[in-house]
């Protein structure tokens, strides 16, 4: 079975900023796909701020198992009723892989109803990944630890929720820790939170970085989708599993059982 | 210490409903208040969707240690403003308990991220209240079970975010179940749902029921106020801990370090 | 890739109560495996305890990608030294499944640091399991809810810790609730408890927990062993990642670094 | 309310080493004890290996209500019935705060289930703990970070269940992090590991680990003691609590009620 992947990036920096431009020729986007491609069970594709509906329509979506996101100077131009259809998808069971300045954007902290704010700077300092839970299924086929020579910093406090499962932890040469790999459900869908991935810097063309992000679609995949997690039937009385009677006061009148 | 207790209730059945009228003379927060007025170290006040700013103004959640919601018809009503202010006093410490109807409540979903849906129906069942943590401190003071004998049912799958503890599990008399006393926590503040109160039914009245809310005050109350939590500070280059030197290439200009 | 399932049972109702021996011809371990089986990529062996080592030599349990554990009369006759065996097979990266009175089995208890207790009652009253979390691995293909007309009851509160995802929970006949699927982490191995599955009741003829077990095997296999997570070796100064140099008392001498 | 903390201490390196002893001629524990009095509502006492029973006797636990245990030379002199005592003191709700090397003691591998491994390392080197969680009652009062000049490296992967909280989590000097503050629960005992706490370091002299060692006490006090949660009652058919009739075979004879 192919998980299809989708990479979606702001792609604004590619385009205003030749460093950028130079480290990325085919955007972030187009790099990441790259990356998810070398595993022959994925197929990637990407979508773009600039596209209609920022190319995630609602047929997109539904064609899509496992979405990847990348933003960071835009994140007020994703239009809100995009986010929501986004936020809606997941919670029917697509997976979502959030990107490095992703944790600022509208869909993240719609998703977990948190902060999400951190302490960051931008120095081009190492940051080595600790492995914290090696038998998680993210960190299959990966060393100990890996490093980054050049990223940005991002410190705690990581004003999140308790993750589900903490898979990385971050050691930054300036002194700062992050956890850089973390997990949560929302619905039927799965989130992923990985932190490296500055735009000046070649963390995508990383090979530990791109296996981080394959096993992350692996994992975040569920070939499932639960529309009726989003609604809240009635149960007619009438219909009850265990039989009862109705008793006491009642506010709404009797739903029809159909 | 004294715990300022906020009681917010849309306030809309007391008023147009006699059978809610009938058996809360006070409104919903007038009688939730008074179950926490038990408690010599509580002082609980109300405040109701008919006050200016909902009750809820910047002024009031500064005094408000613990903010308990009860909602049920109004919620489209609830301005999103006043959402997103209870949420950020929510992220600073504010503590805040989501009664029963509440679970569908903009600021519940707000802060839980997910559709916080489920099964009802409305048919004076029995629900029994089982503890299934009897250690965690809302369950202080509690009987193993305890029932209501007229309540709405509410059905799994509840979809919200796995809980952080789960503290009750409801059997309903029709068949269904329900994790009915949930935590969670969003910035520092503690969040609790429970799941009993629909209005046309004495919930309010019952003694343990008073006591789980009592016992819920006490645990959602967070003695500090952490606003660092809400914002995203640059840590400049010539300040950071360990002495770095700043390489490679950077797309922001040199935040002013002051 | 075939998933290499054992399934062990402590085999001693099957030959002594001619009711379980009718209702499971096979032993319970024989209509698990059968049950397995029917999903072509699980190859499904057993054990049992009157076999030597109980069947849980180590050479078995390196060939085994998911344990599978019944037992009820005969919990204190496994030996220690097989259950920490087992235990440390879990910690590398083995999968196991417990079922039903396997909550009070040595391995579980052992993985669990808890006591694991619970209400019972063998009325052969109806259970009905909803499924909380219908987006997990486990629940996949399944049904809303489905139901066992015959089992014994386990009731709440059940002593484990919080677990780390609840997917399943039990309705009774006759008023109680219980978590009847949850899962845990150990090391780099999943456990998953799951409830039913009392001798004399025809549970595991039931399609649905066929579906169930063969889901959770899925879930619960881990490709990687990690024997590391049992060690806590030195790392020498002098091969620290940063360079440091030492400073303070110390206690030990300095280990060679080879 | 005062708090009754008990300070266990195998107090063996403080009696063959002058460096240990120089630094703590209390002995660690009567180091520790220190800094917890300084809190007037927590009365702290003493125990070693060395006392009989290891000072825990059935009276001075139930005497108990939050534990601290440091350990590192002597795991193994520790009996294993004294374990299991504390263990079943800690399941019915008396706190646990293990320190530093004792992640390696018996007690706290029999609570965790789990190898609770790490990598090591004798340097003197800088830790620097980041509070990833300031709004846990466990941060109360203390700065963003804090920083030990001189201590032991403990490194991930740390092999402990994915915790219930995460508080801390260090940064090391030589390139390592840590989850140096973790919570769990097992029963009704609430669990803290706290790293940091080498020997040979003034470790136990520092403010800032005094404060996080006195919230540590107030946040695993539990008031009440659960020894139901250590037992499996049955429930007679013709004592439940809806009522049911008895059906389908049966393994064991009806258990009388009474």
């Not at 890996?146 to 308790?162: A, C, H, I, Q």
């Not at 090979?207 to 639960?226: I, K, M, S, Y």
Request: glycine share 8%.
């Amino acid at each position: 079975m192919t998980i299809r992947a989708l990479v979606w990036n702001e792609n604004v920096h590619e385009r205003k900023n030749p460093v950028v431009a130079e480290n990325y020729p085919l955007g972030i986007h187009g790099q990441v796909a790259a990356l998810l491609s070398a595993d022959g069970s994925i197929t990637a594709s990407t979508a773009t701020l600039q596209e209609a509906e920022h190319g995630l329509t609602e047929s997109r979506l539904e064609k899509t198992d496992v979405l990847l996101w990348w933003g960071h100077a835009a994140h007020g131009e994703v239009r809100d009723e995009i986010v929501e259809r986004v936020a809606r998808a997941v919670w029917q069971g697509m997976g979502i892989i959030v990107l490095h300045s992703g944790h600022f954007s509208k869909i993240f902290k719609r998703l977990l109803g948190a902060p999400c704010a951190l302490h960051w700077r931008e120095a081009g300092e190492r940051e080595r990944l600790w492995v914290v839970n090696p038998g998680h299924p993210i960190a299959r086929n990966l060393p100990r630890y890996f490093e980054l020579e050049n990223e940005e910093m991002y410190g705690e406090p990581f004003s999140v929720p308790e993750p589900l499962e903490t898979v990385f932890v971050s050691w930054f040469q300036g002194g700062e820790v992050f956890r850089s790999g973390i997990t949560y459900q929302r619905g039927a869908g799965r989130i992923f939170y990985f932190r490296p991935g500055h735009e000046t810097y070649p963390t995508y063309h990383d090979d530990t970085v791109g296996q981080v992000l394959r096993n992350a679609v692996h994992w975040a995949h569920n070939a499932e989708r639960h529309p009726e997690l989003l609604t809240a039937p009635n149960t007619p009385v009438d219909q009850s599993i265990e039989r009862i009677v109705e008793r006491g006061a009642r506010l709404t009148r009797h739903p029809k059982s159909t």
